[in-house]
């Protein structure tokens, strides 16, 4: 049985696990979300077998390719699949849909199990992602959320849920704060990956209803916000968040004591602003971070560097602005009031 991508969406509750059996690399650098890796070859075996393939003898390419399915799928039985009930149901999948996902769903089908195929593998998921985010107008009603550094927009669209608001967190889908600052443990997704993540989480949205996404430039960290979503995000009215300098600080130091704790980093972050700040600012910065002090650094950076680069920003584009809610704290009663006035304005606008 095979699914064509077009009734993938409306078809995948239907099925209990779905299987990328390409390769670890292959997997790794993108996937559809929710897939499990069960590679009928590994990445050496793949690479041999596609060098039989061109370079010698196709025939025994697919002899030598054939044995190495039907160990590696043992194996899988062996361990994986063991345990799986008869009424399992998996969704198979592979470069193209051809002869790995064919082949390992041909065994699972001869044990039992209703298993389907993806039509076009892994290359019609890569394509309609490419469509939805590369092509056309826009679909989504966004609104922005914008703010001086420390403001908390990143949390805010995490508490948006709880009014039931629709809130995509593209830092988290990034893992990436979105500052120079902004690294997170694990490291990011490839493109790939992240844009499979941006697309499965819009699917989940309904259209119709405003999506409020945090105001960024078009890279978080080395990833790039894809074309539809960017041109959705530069046109869509914004909701300015503010807040006192004091309690900005206060904020960001908390945030992120995880960079604040390991101070060859920080400093390491600190030398990459050299291009825009004096040596002597630089330098009373790093002696600020040697001393802790992490919330009088996090002040004058946001006062003397990001504040006015978002003031440049702000100024050269006249973008509509729907409403400004403020707090004179920063902590979790001060961001669930916040979240609260938010939701009132999208209210209105709804």
Request: charged share 25%; hydrophobic share 35%; net charge negative.
């Given at each position: 049985m095979k699914i064509a991508f077009s009734d993938f969406d409306a078809e995948?509750?239907?099925f209990d696990t779905i299987i990328d059996v390409r390769s670890p690399a292959e997997f790794?650098?993108?996937?559809?979300?929710?897939?499990?890796?069960?590679?009928?070859?590994?990445?050496?075996?793949?690479?041999?077998?596609?060098?039989?393939?061109?370079?010698d003898d196709p025939f025994k390419a697919r002899k030598i390719g054939a044995a190495l399915v039907a160990i590696n799928t043992a194996k899988h039985l062996q361990t994986t699949l063991f345990e799986k009930p008869g009424r399992w149901r998996p969704l198979v999948y592979c470069w193209r849909g051809g002869q790995r996902s064919g082949s390992f769903a041909t065994i699972l089908r001869e044990i039992g199990w209703r298993v389907a195929v993806?039509?076009?593998?892994?290359?019609?998921?890569?394509?309609?992602?490419?469509?939805?985010?590369?092509?056309?107008?826009?679909?989504?009603r966004f609104v922005v959320l914008d703010g001086n550094t420390g403001t908390g927009k990143t949390e805010l669209i995490g508490r948006l849920g709880d009014y039931g608001l629709q809130g995509l967190d593209l830092e988290a889908l990034a893992n990436h704060r979105g500052s120079l600052f902004g690294y997170r443990p694990g490291g990011q997704p490839t493109q790939k990956a992240f844009e499979s993540a941006v697309y499965d989480a819009l699917r989940r949205?309904?259209?119709s209803?405003?999506?409020?996404?945090?105001?960024?430039?078009s890279k978080i960290g080395r990833v790039i916000i894809p074309p539809v979503v960017w041109r959705a995000m530069e046109a869509a009215p914004r909701i300015v968040v503010t807040a006192s300098l004091e309690a900005r600080a206060a904020f960001l130091a908390r945030i992120y004591a995880d960079i604040a704790l390991d101070g060859d980093r920080l400093i390491d972050r600190l030398d990459a602003i050299k291009p825009y700040q004096s040596g002597e600012t630089i330098e009373r910065w790093i002696?600020?971070?040697?001393?802790?002090?992490h919330k009088t650094l996090a002040a004058e950076l946001m006062a003397q560097h990001y504040d006015p680069r978002y003031a440049r920003e702000r100024a050269r584009h006249g973008r509509e602005t729907l409403a400004e809610v403020s707090a004179e704290r920063l902590d979790a009663a001060g961001l669930d009031q916040l979240a609260g006035d938010i939701a009132q304005v999208l209210d209105r606008l709804c």
């Open positions: 995948r509750g239907k790794a650098e993108d996937h559809v979300p929710g897939a499990i890796n069960l590679p009928v070859l590994s990445n050496e075996e793949r690479a041999e077998v596609g060098t039989l393939y061109v370079q993806l039509d076009g593998g892994y290359k019609s998921y890569r394509r309609a992602v490419q469509s939805r985010l590369y092509e056309g107008t826009p679909p989504w949205y309904d259209p209803r405003p999506i409020v996404v945090e105001a960024e430039s002696a600020l971070a040697q001393a802790n002090d």
